[in-house]
């Protein structure tokens, strides 16, 4: 829809596949009589980043070009070129519900062992520390990999609160272009990512000890507990991080999609989960799910 609006049908051909199923034309793909795409591409122009960059893949889809398009004599131009990923420390300790407030702090509730997005204009928070870069990939050459790092980031703004570290990327679109999702960046879809930690009371110019890891679509971020105590100016809130009923059932859901994906790996029972995903989205009230909770595994399965 988007080409036909601006008159390009003719010049803009839109192939409705998954990147790695293309077929492709030239020489040593020669056994193919009808092919995706028939000459290499001069340019690649990656559009896979979800709040904390990598998510949606974009490292392996870099190797596939590098492996399956590119030759010595014909290397296409990568759009992005390479990503920085950046962390802050913030203080976001909501009592509000829309217009309603409730007395306490929300972050109990809003808990989740994974970074999930999140759009800071639209939310009241102290920054804690200055950016930091925690990643930088050049996707001419990175691999998807399993990485991990300690990072020792020092606490500005007077101190406060730490409850979470939010991240956000900035892309090197060329020599001289570059875009970003930070929380000073004009707003975009994509917003920023956040992850809630155990709160920790941080005293200016203390060095708060985060830990990051990623293996190679995702990214985690955690604390060395053990170097707190030792460390002045951080002392930990006894308050609880989580609710431990939230703890309970998503341990139980991370359980369950772990035994769905063993299954899959026999081709009838992948058809037959497929097929579960498809009933469900369609009609969720018949098994007792939310629109947009089912609609959201039948993605996360078709996305696998």
């Given at each position: 829809k988007v080409v036909a609006a601006n008159a390009l049908q003719d010049k803009v051909q839109v192939i409705c596949k998954e990147p790695r199923q293309l077929t492709f034309g030239w020489a040593e793909y020669s056994g193919k009589d009808i092919a995706d795409l028939s000459e290499r591409p001069d340019v690649v122009v990656f559009e896979l980043f979800d709040c904390a960059c990598i998510?949606?893949?974009?490292?392996?889809?870099?190797?596939?070009?590098?492996?399956?398009?590119?030759?010595?004599?014909?290397?296409?131009?990568?759009?992005?070129?390479?990503?920085?990923?950046?962390?802050?420390?913030?203080?976001?300790?909501?009592?509000?519900?829309?217009?309603?407030?409730?007395?306490?702090?929300?972050?109990v509730y809003r808990w989740s062992p994974e970074i999930t997005s999140i759009d800071l204009s639209r939310e009241p928070y102290k920054p804690l520390s200055d950016p930091v870069e925690v990643f930088q990939f050049?996707?001419?050459?990175?691999?998807?990999?399993?990485?991990?790092?300690?990072?020792?980031?020092?606490?500005?703004?007077?101190?406060?609160?730490?409850?979470?570290?939010?991240?956000?990327?900035?892309?090197?679109?060329?020599?001289?272009?570059?875009?970003?999702?930070?929380?000073?960046?004009p707003s975009t879809h994509i917003g920023q990512g956040i992850q809630y930690l155990a709160e920790i009371k941080a005293a200016e110019g203390a060095s708060y000890p985060l830990t990051v890891a990623t293996r190679g679509a995702d990214l985690t971020f955690g604390?060395?507990?053990?170097?707190?105590?030792?460390?002045?100016?951080?002392?930990?809130?006894?308050?609880?991080?989580?609710?431990?009923?939230?703890v309970e059932h998503y341990k139980k859901a991370e359980e369950l999609g772990r035994g769905l994906l063993r299954r899959m790996e026999v081709a009838a029972e992948f058809r037959a989960v497929s097929s579960a995903a498809v009933r469900m989205a369609i009609q969720p009230a018949n098994f007792g799910l939310e629109g947009t909770t089912a609609a959201r595994f039948g993605h996360t399965m078709f996305s696998l």
């Amino acid at each position: 829809k988007v080409v036909a609006a601006n008159a390009l049908q003719d010049k803009v051909q839109v192939i409705c596949k998954e990147p790695r199923q293309l077929t492709f034309g030239w020489a040593e793909y020669s056994g193919k009589d009808i092919a995706d795409l028939s000459e290499r591409p001069d340019v690649v122009v990656f559009e896979l980043f979800d709040c904390a960059c990598i998510g949606e893949g974009v490292l392996h889809y870099s190797k596939f070009v590098r492996y399956a398009i590119s030759t010595p004599r014909k290397v296409p131009v990568l759009i992005p070129r390479a990503v920085r990923i950046l962390a802050m420390l913030v203080e976001l300790r909501s009592t509000r519900i829309d217009e309603i407030d409730v007395g306490g702090p929300l972050n109990v509730y809003r808990w989740s062992p994974e970074i999930t997005s999140i759009d800071l204009s639209r939310e009241p928070y102290k920054p804690l520390s200055d950016p930091v870069e925690v990643f930088q990939f050049d996707l001419t050459m990175a691999e998807p990999e399993t990485l991990g790092r300690a990072v020792d980031v020092p606490v500005t703004n007077g101190g406060g609160i730490v409850s979470a570290v939010v991240v956000w990327f900035e892309l090197q679109l060329d020599d001289e272009v570059g875009w970003g999702t930070g929380p000073t960046d004009p707003s975009t879809h994509i917003g920023q990512g956040i992850q809630y930690l155990a709160e920790i009371k941080a005293a200016e110019g203390a060095s708060y000890p985060l830990t990051v890891a990623t293996r190679g679509a995702d990214l985690t971020f955690g604390i060395r507990e053990e170097e707190v105590p030792r460390r002045p100016g951080l002392t930990v809130l006894p308050l609880p991080r989580m609710d431990p009923k939230w703890v309970e059932h998503y341990k139980k859901a991370e359980e369950l999609g772990r035994g769905l994906l063993r299954r899959m790996e026999v081709a009838a029972e992948f058809r037959a989960v497929s097929s579960a995903a498809v009933r469900m989205a369609i009609q969720p009230a018949n098994f007792g799910l939310e629109g947009t909770t089912a609609a959201r595994f039948g993605h996360t399965m078709f996305s696998l």
